[in-house]
């Protein structure tokens, strides 16, 4: 099937079922850009410039390991060498801890980022008993070599593979210069204190509420992406109506408590153009004051009114604001909400 989403355009093929053949629908996209997706390496396009890794974030590290594969693009589109990132599905964190994994960047997320970066296929490898089992020299050999037909590869430098593990960065490379195939080893990427930008720490400043940090890490402010449902309408009740989001399974949600942010508006109709940004105000939680059990995430728009069921929302988060808490009464709770949408305010207008 053929998937268009706000401002690009995405093939999705699966093994498990029929699917499209590869079409020129270019003028589907805003930008002009598309990816092609696929979950078997049968199904991939080849030869392949490919960057290899889990990729959950696309964080400023990832874009330096994905880089190389895009220098010299246009010269290859000629030769028909697809820029191809490969990453895993499921994450190897779930499958060998039998738990759910929440990501940075569930799928449709990060097809969108690797789209922007003008990447042109993303191959997800089914990470199950057979390809853990791999050894390096056999991943490499069996895996990019004969079925993705590599023609040169980019990795970050703490890159691992193969069965338990066992193979380095620089076993990599010496494997695939028996074949020719050059092997681009990036350096950890540093923040401003020089220290590696990592998924895991991007994951630690979310839950301290450290948004600042988690963006600067980014290159890009963190983003829940998700379809506003019917919820149970306390904030219209009380003078605050709120869209109530429903999002993918696994994306990772921040430290509960309230934000300011910035929210733009994917039309329903079939061009799903992006509507003006607004300011708003992110609640992520339990809602203790009305007891609460189930996490929900709730935005209330601060220069917008509108029905809003149904339509998909892009939520930028700016700044944690603070943590969830219990009020003695609607009253309170309603004041607080009230004193939050001033903070999110005066915190937008210093950034004027």
């Not at 850009?33 to 396009?45: D, G, R």
């Not at 963006?215 to 449902?229: A, C, M, S």
């Not at 992110?282 to 996490?295: A, F, K, L, R």
Request: charged share 20%; aromatic share 8%; net charge neutral.
């Amino acid at each position: 099937m053929v998937i268009v989403l706000s401002a690009l355009s995405y093939y999705f093929v699966t093994s498990e079922k029929n699917y499209l053949p590869r079409i020129d629908v270019q003028n589907l996209s805003q930008n002009g850009f598309s990816i092609w997706v696929a979950n078997a390496t049968k199904l991939s396009l080849t030869p392949t410039a490919i960057a290899l890794g889990k990729f959950d974030g696309i964080h400023l590290g990832h874009q330096k390991v994905i880089q190389p594969i895009l220098e010299g693009q246009n010269r290859e589109i000629t030769d028909k060498i697809y820029s191809t990132v490969v990453t895993f599905d499921p994450h190897p964190q779930q499958f060998f801890s039998g738990q759910p994994h929440n990501l940075l960047t569930p799928l449709e997320e990060k097809v969108e980022q690797l789209c922007s970066l003008k990447v042109k296929q993303l191959v997800l490898l089914p990470f199950d008993k057979e390809l853990s089992a791999l050894t390096p020299t056999e991943f490499v050999e069996k895996i990019l070599i004969q079925q993705l037909k590599a023609v040169r590869i980019s990795v970050g430098q703490d890159f691992r593979f193969g069965s338990c593990r066992l193979g380095a960065a620089e076993d990599l490379q010496i494997i695939a210069a028996k074949y020719n195939i050059p092997v681009h080893i990036v350096p950890l990427a540093g923040d401003e204190e020089n220290s590696p930008i990592s998924s895991t720490t991007i994951r630690q400043a979310l839950n301290q509420g450290d948004i600042i940090k988690a963006n600067q890490l980014l290159g890009r402010k963190y983003t829940l992406v998700g379809t506003v449902v019917e919820g149970e309408k306390l904030g219209t009740n009380i003078g605050f109506p709120t869209a109530n989001l429903e999002l993918p399974s696994d994306k990772f949600l921040p430290k509960k408590g309230v934000y300011a942010v910035h929210v733009s508006i994917t039309s329903s109709t079939e061009e799903n153009v992006l509507k003006s940004d607004y300011r708003g105000v992110m609640n992520i939680g339990i809602c203790p004051t009305v007891n609460g059990t189930q996490v929900s995430v709730e935005v209330h728009l601060l220069d917008w009114s509108g029905d809003l069921y149904g339509e998909r929302l892009l939520v930028k988060i700016e700044k944690f604001l603070r943590s969830e808490q219990k009020f003695n009464s609607l009253k309170a709770l309603t004041n607080q909400i009230r004193c939050d949408c001033d903070t999110a305010n005066s915190f937008f207008q210093s950034r004027c």
